[in-house]
C-alpha cells in the first residue's frame, strides 16, 4: 500500500501514550494500534478528526502518500 500511518510519530511528539490516545478518541486499544501499525484497511473520518483534534496536527502529519511503498 502506497499510504504511510505515521502516527507513532505524531503520539512520540505529543508524548501521549496509545492507550491515553484511545480513550481521549473513543476506540479500543486494539483498533488504533491496527491504525498506528498500518495494518488498517480504512480509517473513518470522525475517528481521523478526533486523532487531530487531540494531538493538535493535521490528517496530513498522520497519513502519507508515497509511490511503490509497500507495507507487510
Known sequence: MSILVNL??????RKMRL???AKLVGITEANLSILKNGKAKGV???TLDAICRHLQCQPRDILEYQENVFQE
Open 8 to 13: 507513532d510519530v505524531m503520539m512520540a511528539k
Open 44 to 46: 473513518r473520518f470522525v
Open 19 to 21: 492507550s491515553e490516545l
